[in-house]
Protein backbone atom coordinates (compact mmCIF):
# COMPACT_ATOMS: atom_id res chain seq x y z
CA UNK A 1 0.00 0.00 0.00
CA UNK A 2 2.77 2.49 0.84
CA UNK A 3 4.88 1.54 -2.36
CA UNK A 4 1.33 2.54 -4.47
CA UNK A 5 1.38 5.81 -2.73
CA UNK A 6 4.66 6.31 -3.47
CA UNK A 7 4.12 5.32 -7.27
CA UNK A 8 1.27 7.40 -7.44
CA UNK A 9 3.21 10.44 -6.41
CA UNK A 10 5.47 10.21 -9.11
CA UNK A 11 4.21 12.13 -11.82
CA UNK A 12 5.74 9.99 -14.24
CA UNK A 13 4.15 6.45 -13.11
CA UNK A 14 0.94 8.24 -12.98
CA UNK A 15 0.96 9.94 -16.46
CA UNK A 16 2.15 6.33 -17.81
CA UNK A 17 -0.88 4.44 -16.21
CA UNK A 18 -3.27 6.65 -17.73
CA UNK A 19 -2.02 6.74 -20.96
CA UNK A 20 -1.56 2.60 -20.77
CA UNK A 21 -5.67 3.02 -19.62
CA UNK A 22 -6.21 5.37 -22.91
CA UNK A 23 -4.63 2.57 -25.24
CA UNK A 24 -6.56 -0.47 -23.56
CA UNK A 25 -10.27 2.03 -23.70
CA UNK A 26 -8.78 2.74 -27.76
CA UNK A 27 -8.53 -1.15 -28.37
CA UNK A 28 -11.64 -1.69 -26.35
CA UNK A 29 -12.92 0.95 -28.67
CA UNK A 30 -12.07 -1.18 -31.71
CA UNK A 31 -13.43 -4.39 -30.19
CA UNK A 32 -17.07 -2.36 -29.48
CA UNK A 33 -16.83 -0.89 -32.85
CA UNK A 34 -16.44 -4.74 -34.54
CA UNK A 35 -18.81 -5.93 -32.16
CA UNK A 36 -21.37 -3.66 -33.21
CA UNK A 37 -20.93 -4.06 -36.83
CA UNK A 38 -20.68 -7.35 -36.95
CA UNK A 39 -24.38 -7.41 -35.27
CA UNK A 40 -25.69 -6.32 -38.49
CA UNK A 41 -26.17 -6.87 -42.35
CA UNK A 42 -26.72 -3.45 -43.18
CA UNK A 43 -23.97 -1.10 -44.51
CA UNK A 44 -26.00 1.69 -42.78
CA UNK A 45 -25.84 0.65 -39.29
CA UNK A 46 -22.63 -0.50 -39.59
CA UNK A 47 -21.13 2.39 -40.40
CA UNK A 48 -21.73 4.39 -37.23
CA UNK A 49 -20.31 1.57 -35.02
CA UNK A 50 -16.96 2.12 -37.51
CA UNK A 51 -16.89 6.10 -36.65
CA UNK A 52 -17.44 5.82 -33.40
CA UNK A 53 -15.63 2.20 -32.56
CA UNK A 54 -12.91 1.58 -35.17
CA UNK A 55 -11.79 5.55 -36.18
CA UNK A 56 -12.69 6.66 -33.07
CA UNK A 57 -10.34 3.78 -31.04
CA UNK A 58 -7.55 3.94 -33.56
CA UNK A 59 -7.45 7.61 -32.85
CA UNK A 60 -7.31 7.20 -29.11
CA UNK A 61 -4.76 4.17 -29.25
CA UNK A 62 -2.77 6.16 -31.99
CA UNK A 63 -2.35 9.30 -29.51
CA UNK A 64 -1.84 7.38 -26.39
CA UNK A 65 1.12 5.14 -27.56
CA UNK A 66 2.42 8.25 -29.43
CA UNK A 67 2.21 9.94 -26.11
CA UNK A 68 3.36 7.56 -23.91
CA UNK A 69 7.02 6.90 -26.46
CA UNK A 70 7.07 10.52 -26.27
CA UNK A 71 6.87 10.63 -22.16
CA UNK A 72 9.47 7.62 -21.82
CA UNK A 73 11.93 9.32 -24.25
CA UNK A 74 11.72 12.55 -22.10
CA UNK A 75 11.96 10.36 -18.93
CA UNK A 76 15.59 8.90 -20.49
CA UNK A 77 16.48 12.17 -21.97
CA UNK A 78 16.21 13.87 -18.33
CA UNK A 79 18.18 10.83 -16.89
CA UNK A 80 20.65 11.50 -19.28
CA UNK A 81 20.56 14.96 -18.63
CA UNK A 82 21.10 14.66 -14.98
CA UNK A 83 23.92 12.66 -16.12
CA UNK A 84 25.89 15.31 -17.70
CA UNK A 85 24.89 18.45 -15.23
CA UNK A 86 27.19 15.85 -12.93
CA UNK A 87 30.23 16.24 -15.77
CA UNK A 88 29.53 19.62 -16.19
CA UNK A 89 30.04 20.50 -12.42
CA UNK A 90 32.88 18.27 -11.81
CA UNK A 91 34.22 20.12 -14.85
CA UNK A 92 33.20 23.14 -12.63
CA UNK A 93 34.91 22.00 -9.61
CA UNK A 94 38.42 21.13 -11.98
CA UNK A 95 38.11 24.34 -13.26
CA UNK A 96 37.31 26.30 -9.51
CA UNK A 97 40.20 24.16 -8.27
CA UNK A 98 42.65 25.24 -11.64
CA UNK A 99 42.22 28.71 -10.55
CA UNK A 100 42.59 28.25 -6.78
CA UNK A 101 46.29 26.73 -8.14
CA UNK A 102 46.99 29.64 -10.02
CA UNK B 1 28.85 31.51 -3.25
CA UNK B 2 30.89 28.23 -3.50
CA UNK B 3 33.90 28.14 -6.28
CA UNK B 4 31.75 26.01 -8.15
CA UNK B 5 28.64 27.89 -8.58
CA UNK B 6 31.23 31.24 -9.20
CA UNK B 7 32.39 29.37 -12.13
CA UNK B 8 28.89 28.22 -13.28
CA UNK B 9 27.32 31.51 -13.07
CA UNK B 10 29.85 33.03 -15.46
CA UNK B 11 29.26 30.40 -18.16
CA UNK B 12 26.74 31.65 -21.06
CA UNK B 13 22.63 30.28 -20.08
CA UNK B 14 21.24 32.76 -23.00
CA UNK B 15 18.93 30.05 -25.01
CA UNK B 16 20.34 32.10 -28.07
CA UNK B 17 24.02 32.21 -26.72
CA UNK B 18 23.67 29.22 -25.89
CA UNK B 19 22.69 27.74 -29.39
CA UNK B 20 25.24 29.47 -31.32
CA UNK B 21 27.83 26.96 -32.79
CA UNK B 22 30.77 26.67 -30.35
CA UNK B 23 33.66 28.13 -31.76
CA UNK B 24 36.60 25.41 -32.87
CA UNK B 25 40.45 25.82 -31.42
CA UNK B 26 41.59 28.03 -34.63
CA UNK B 27 38.92 30.60 -34.41
CA UNK B 28 36.40 28.42 -37.61
CA UNK B 29 32.82 27.92 -36.49
CA UNK B 30 31.53 24.44 -36.24
CA UNK B 31 30.56 22.82 -39.49
CA UNK B 32 27.09 23.35 -39.16
CA UNK B 33 25.55 26.80 -40.80
CA UNK B 34 23.92 28.93 -38.23
CA UNK B 35 20.52 29.30 -38.82
CA UNK B 36 19.33 32.92 -39.29
CA UNK B 37 15.58 32.36 -39.17
CA UNK B 38 13.83 34.26 -36.57
CA UNK B 39 11.33 32.32 -34.44
CA UNK B 40 8.60 34.56 -32.54
CA UNK B 41 9.23 33.74 -28.95
CA UNK B 42 6.22 31.27 -28.48
CA UNK B 43 7.41 29.29 -31.28
CA UNK B 44 11.28 28.69 -29.68
CA UNK B 45 12.39 25.63 -28.95
CA UNK B 46 12.20 26.23 -24.39
CA UNK B 47 8.14 27.47 -25.64
CA UNK B 48 5.43 24.79 -23.90
CA UNK B 49 3.37 26.65 -27.15
CA UNK B 50 3.79 24.52 -29.38
CA UNK B 51 2.82 20.85 -27.42
CA UNK B 52 -0.31 23.30 -26.27
CA UNK B 53 -1.03 23.84 -30.20
CA UNK B 54 -0.24 19.84 -30.58
CA UNK B 55 -2.85 18.64 -27.32
CA UNK B 56 -5.62 21.43 -29.15
CA UNK B 57 -5.15 19.94 -32.46
CA UNK B 58 -5.40 16.83 -31.27
CA UNK B 59 -8.34 17.33 -29.51
CA UNK B 60 -9.97 19.03 -32.13
CA UNK B 61 -9.31 15.58 -34.20
CA UNK B 62 -11.56 13.93 -31.68
CA UNK B 63 -14.05 16.37 -31.78
CA UNK B 64 -14.35 16.09 -35.31
CA UNK B 65 -14.38 12.19 -34.80
CA UNK B 66 -17.51 12.62 -32.01
CA UNK B 67 -19.54 14.88 -34.53
CA UNK B 68 -18.86 12.43 -37.81
CA UNK B 69 -20.30 9.55 -35.24
CA UNK B 70 -23.37 12.14 -34.51
CA UNK B 71 -23.70 12.64 -38.50
CA UNK B 72 -23.39 9.44 -39.58
CA UNK B 73 -25.88 7.72 -36.78
CA UNK B 74 -28.46 10.38 -37.62
CA UNK B 75 -28.58 8.90 -41.51
CA UNK B 76 -30.09 5.84 -42.80
CA UNK B 77 -28.30 6.06 -46.37
CA UNK B 78 -25.27 4.79 -46.66
CA UNK B 79 -24.49 7.32 -49.75
CA UNK B 80 -25.34 10.38 -47.15
CA UNK B 81 -23.48 8.34 -44.49
CA UNK B 82 -20.00 8.35 -46.21
CA UNK B 83 -19.07 12.43 -46.81
CA UNK B 84 -19.84 12.34 -43.09
CA UNK B 85 -16.92 9.29 -42.45
CA UNK B 86 -14.86 10.96 -45.04
CA UNK B 87 -14.72 14.72 -44.11
CA UNK B 88 -14.93 14.40 -40.63
CA UNK B 89 -14.04 10.79 -39.30
CA UNK B 90 -10.95 10.34 -41.48
CA UNK B 91 -10.21 14.50 -40.95
CA UNK B 92 -10.20 13.63 -37.36
CA UNK B 93 -7.97 10.67 -37.37
CA UNK B 94 -5.58 12.81 -39.36
CA UNK B 95 -5.93 15.91 -37.32
CA UNK B 96 -5.17 13.54 -33.90
CA UNK B 97 -2.26 11.73 -35.36
CA UNK B 98 -1.04 15.81 -36.78
CA UNK B 99 -1.69 16.72 -33.04
CA UNK B 100 0.74 13.93 -32.31
CA UNK B 101 3.37 14.70 -34.44
CA UNK B 102 3.40 18.70 -33.05
CA UNK B 103 3.89 17.04 -29.72
CA UNK B 104 6.78 15.14 -30.41
CA UNK B 105 8.68 17.49 -32.45
CA UNK B 106 7.79 20.17 -29.87
CA UNK B 107 9.36 17.92 -26.96
CA UNK B 108 12.24 16.61 -29.30
CA UNK B 109 13.09 20.22 -29.30
CA UNK B 110 12.99 21.37 -25.91
CA UNK B 111 15.03 18.46 -24.87
CA UNK B 112 17.95 19.47 -28.25
CA UNK B 113 17.86 23.08 -26.27
CA UNK B 114 18.72 21.97 -22.72
CA UNK B 115 21.03 19.44 -24.13
CA UNK B 116 22.47 22.55 -26.42
CA UNK B 117 22.84 24.46 -23.28
CA UNK B 118 24.81 22.05 -21.33
CA UNK B 119 26.95 21.52 -24.16
CA UNK B 120 27.65 24.86 -24.66
CA UNK B 121 28.62 25.27 -20.98
CA UNK B 122 30.73 21.98 -20.72
CA UNK B 123 32.82 23.50 -23.58
CA UNK B 124 33.10 27.10 -22.02
CA UNK B 125 34.03 25.55 -18.66
CA UNK B 126 36.78 23.37 -20.73
CA UNK B 127 38.14 26.29 -22.66
CA UNK B 128 38.13 28.55 -19.59
CA UNK B 129 39.90 25.30 -17.56
CA UNK B 130 42.32 25.25 -20.89
CA UNK B 131 43.08 28.81 -20.57
CA UNK B 132 43.88 28.71 -17.22
CA UNK B 133 46.38 25.64 -17.15
CA UNK B 134 48.44 27.96 -20.01
CA UNK B 135 48.64 30.69 -17.81
CA UNK B 136 49.84 28.88 -14.87
CA UNK B 137 52.18 26.33 -16.91
CA UNK B 138 53.33 29.98 -18.54
CA UNK B 139 54.12 31.56 -14.91
CA UNK B 140 56.03 28.46 -14.04
CA UNK B 141 58.44 28.83 -17.06
CA UNK B 142 59.26 32.31 -15.84
Known amino acids: MTRLRAALRDPYTVSVTVLVVLAAAGLA????????????????????????????GLALLGFSLGLLIIQVRRRREAERRADFDRVVRAAADLLAAARGMA | MSKTATALSSLPVDGDEALAPAELEDGRRSRLPRVSIRLPTWLKGNSPAPTFIGVAVAIAGFVLIMIAWGQVAGETQVYLQMPYVISAGLTGLALVMVG???????????????RDRQMDQL???????????????KGRRR
Not at chain 1, 33 to 50: D, E, H, I, M, T
Not at chain 2, 101 to 112: L, Y
Not at chain 2, 123 to 137: D, F, N, P, Q, T
Open chain 2, 123 to 137: VSILGELKASMEESS
Open chain 2, 100 to 114: LTIVNVAAKQRDAVD
Open chain 1, 29 to 56: GIAIGWRGAAASLVVSVQLPYVVSGVIG
